[in-house]
């Protein structure tokens, strides 16, 4: 990159760069004068700093690599094996992210790709240097992918078990990534899938630049509300999996609503200067019906594309649609419609079949807020790795938030023309009182509030500083902004390494495991049953179109306590007469039921010392990563008749 | 329209048709799987964002570059979403029309977002990421 900065650059002040009463926008609308320089603390600001710093980063991020020892991750995941280097490649990123602030204005460039390097840095050791798949449930995409390129067809209606037909009946995702693995020529999704949250990072970032630049004109606020958007997007949804990509493109949506959906009459005062917060943009132009009309017809698509790849998706864009259509600024009843008529559609057609029977299971999930707000299946994080993560993903959060809030409160001005961001984050709240998805509704909330979150906690630490160097109040202020700035994103860089990693040993499965899965599953007949305790590890969904599943300890704790006083009995008790079944336990599965508090500490050794015991079970294959037993009720009759089964 | 802008219509015009070829190579290669990436995330979206009369706005190229990525995903996932509800997905029935799409689009006017006409949101020259002179904006 190069910079036309030929001449000894300026000297600034530490952390926040120096802003001037009047930037080159405000002094063409006539809103103030260039003021004159202030005093200020100095730092040597060379311009070769920011890609020296860059470099420096990135390589020692590269010399980090190869001594993460992951293979023998323990307690605290990927934490306690990062090495310093890889730590000190994040601070010096982060410092040189600083420095390029300074220099947001005229070379946006360096900011943008300090970016790039922290998505690239946070999210790509796995990538790199993964011999399998990172989130054991991520391998039932690649497993619904090739299942699809395997039968070659659409079959929303089948019932196949465990609810899998509902990733036919919103397959947008799968039959695109069906696509690439045919168009690429390679084995199957697992390929490329653990690159996804580097692909998915660099397709969101522009979206985000757009819609963070139609209320900030500073681009010191909007790229630390990029970099913070990615430090506070710790929730693992950048995976390879439908939400992923739905994601982006509601946040596609949205940008264009914000940018080109203005009505006309509305926003006079927010788009003067005299009146707008120093940083923000003026309210876009209005457009007349006729753009509208046309703008709905382009985005129509990528509607119709959020509701092919994700159910859950289009009833955030409908919800972010409708308090939007509470402001004068962007009411659109046509778009809302338009969105509302295309779900209502997909559901009724394709999705039907989990569509009705969710609307049947509202009944008793709706107004239980605290259960449908609680994260994960039934048990409590456990395990000093999990429970970091756990309080990590929650200060986190409160810590964006909190940030948020000084803003939403303390720039006024900021937040009405900003406040239709404000409002299409805050608009998925609501669904707490409707359903918990699975364990899933609060990772989905704070996502969906994460751009505003992070535009506002961004503008709390990036403070419009126009005029201010001539009062004493404005004067504390630049010096309070020049240290919170820079503790902020290290304290949410410390928080993302916990949250992110904490609980890395659930994530990563050895490969030998993952084949003793696939053959236990190959040995199965069409029609036979899978047993398992959880369905978080590699392969589990394997020839799910051909084989039942049964995930029995995916229940409350004082459910699996039962259980565990005599599992084979219990198990045996739950198989259909005259299924073939196997029960496959992995090192997986122990470390994730125990992290998710799903069976008490040991409980996984007792309940598979006590399979392996039992005569309803035999074992055909054994080793330290995981065991193999069959289901022999033939020798129950036996045992029985000779003298007892245990 | 000046020459850069027939370069960059004429590489997406032809962007399609060389990810097709390059499904001849070998199954995994980078020369085969990069180019069907780079076509299948960006081409048809920069077809249809990209070509304007007078060239795109300051404010419209940020725009056509971060909705090209969408836009073409979206076409995609729902061209291979159709073709599997009909039985009949394969390479060519999935890289083949969306070559042709951007093909066709590539040499028509861009898509009428009033960013892309009017220069809505960005000031003149605030909207690239391209290095300026710096003016009396400060960190702006």
């Known amino acids: ?646 | 329209m000046n020459m850069t802008q027939n370069r960059i219509r004429g590489v997406v015009a032809v962007s399609g048709w060389v990810a097709f070829a390059a499904t001849l190579l070998p199954g995994g290669s980078p020369l085969r799987w990069l180019p069907v990436l780079l076509f299948v995330c960006l081409g048809p979206g920069l077809a249809l964002l990209h070509p304007q009369r007078q060239g795109l706005r300051p404010g419209a190229r940020l725009e056509a570059f971060a909705l090209a990525a969408p836009i073409s995903l979206s076409l995609a996932s729902l061209a291979a979403t159709f073709l599997f509800l009909v039985e009949g997905f394969s390479v060519t029935a999935f890289l083949v029309p969306l070559a042709a799409f951007s093909t066709a689009v590539a040499f028509l006017p861009g898509l009428p977002l009033p960013a892309a006409t009017r220069g809505a949101v960005e000031p003149e020259g605030a909207g690239s990421f391209r290095f300026r002179k710096r003016g009396p904006g400060g960190g702006r």
């Open chain 1, 1 to 646: 990159m190069q910079q036309h900065h030929q001449g000894p650059a300026p000297a600034r002040e530490v952390g926040v760069p120096a802003q001037p009463a009047a930037s080159g926008r405000e002094t063409r609308s006539g809103g103030g004068t260039p003021a004159p320089p202030a005093r200020r603390t100095t730092v040597p600001d060379p311009a070769w700093l920011s890609p020296a710093l860059l470099v420096l980063g990135l390589g020692l991020w590269v010399l980090a690599l190869p001594a993460i020892d992951f293979r023998t991750m323990d307690d605290y995941g990927l934490l306690d094996r990062l090495p310093a280097a890889f730590y000190a490649a994040l601070l010096v990123l982060t410092a040189g992210f600083l420095m390029a602030l300074r220099r947001a204005g005229t070379s946006p460039g360096w900011p943008l790709a300090y970016c790039v390097a922290l998505l690239v840095a946070l999210k790509a050791p796995p990538a790199v240097l993964y011999d399998s798949v990172r989130y054991p449930w991520a391998s039932k995409h690649d497993a619904v992918v090739d299942t699809i390129l395997g039968v070659g067809e659409l079959r929303p209606s089948a019932a196949l078990s465990g609810n899998m037909s509902a990733y036919d009946q919103w397959p947008g995702f799968f039959t695109l990534n069906a696509a690439l693995v045919r168009a690429f020529g390679v084995e199957g999704a697992t390929d490329y899938l653990n690159w996804a949250p580097i692909v998915l990072g660099l397709i969101a970032l522009p979206v985000l630049v757009l819609i963070y630049r139609t209320f900030a004109e500073d681009w010191r606020l909007v790229w630390t509300a990029v970099w913070i958007f990615q430090l506070a997007n710790w929730v693992g949804q950048d995976y390879l999996a439908p939400q992923g990509l739905a994601y982006i493109l509601h946040l596609t949506v949205l940008a264009v609503v914000l940018r080109h959906f203005v009505r006309p009459g509305s926003a006079g005062r927010l788009r003067d200067r005299a009146y707008l917060d120093p940083a923000a943009t003026a309210v876009p132009p209005p457009t007349d019906l006729r753009q509208r009309a046309i703008c709905v017809v382009i985005i129509s698509p990528v509607i119709f594309a959020i509701n092919a790849v994700h159910q859950l998706t289009p009833i955030m864009l409908c919800a972010a649609l409708f308090v939007l259509a509470l402001t004068r600024r962007y009411r659109n009843y046509g778009l809302l419609v338009v969105a509302g008529l295309l779900m209502l559609t997909w559901n009724l057609t394709m999705g039907r079949p989990l569509f009705l029977e969710t609307l049947g299971t509202l009944r008793d999930s709706i107004g239980r807020l605290t259960e449908n707000s609680r994260a994960g299946y039934a048990g409590q994080l456990t395990g000093p790795g999990p429970e970091l993560a756990g309080r990590a993903g929650i200060a986190m959060a409160l810590f964006v938030v909190v940030l948020a809030g000084i803003a939403v409160f303390g720039r006024r001005r900021l937040t009405r023309s900003a406040l239709p961001l404000l409002l299409v984050s805050i608009a998925p709240v609501p669904l707490f009182a409707v359903n918990d998805y699975g364990g899933e509704m609060l990772f989905r909330v704070y996502l969906f509030g994460l751009p505003g979150a992070a535009f506002f906690a961004a503008a709390a630490l990036v403070p419009a500083t126009a005029g201010a160097h001539r009062s004493r109040g404005g004067r504390a202020l630049r010096r309070t902004a020049a240290i919170a700035l820079p503790f902020s994103l290290v304290v949410l860089t410390a928080g993302f390494l916990p949250a992110y990693y904490g609980k890395e040993a659930m994530y990563y499965t050895p490969p030998a495991e993952t084949q003793l899965v696939t053959r236990a599953i190959d040995q199965l007949p069409e029609g036979g049953l899978l047993l398992a305790t959880a369905g978080s590890f590699p392969q589990a969904l394997h020839r799910y179109d051909e084989v039942e599943h049964w995930f029995f300890a995916e229940q409350e704790l004082p459910e699996n306590e039962k259980m565990l006083a005599d599992p084979a009995r219990y198990l045996a008790e739950g198989i259909p007469p005259g299924a073939k079944a196997r029960v496959v336990l992995t090192r997986t599965q122990d470390i994730y039921t125990a992290g998710e508090g799903l069976l008490p500490p040991g409980g996984f050794a007792v309940l598979r010392d006590r399979l392996k015991a039992s005569p309803l079970f035999r074992t055909v294959e054994e080793h330290p990563y995981g065991i193999v037993l069959v289901y022999t009720p033939a020798s129950t009759e036996t045992s029985a008749t000779s003298g007892g089964a245990s």
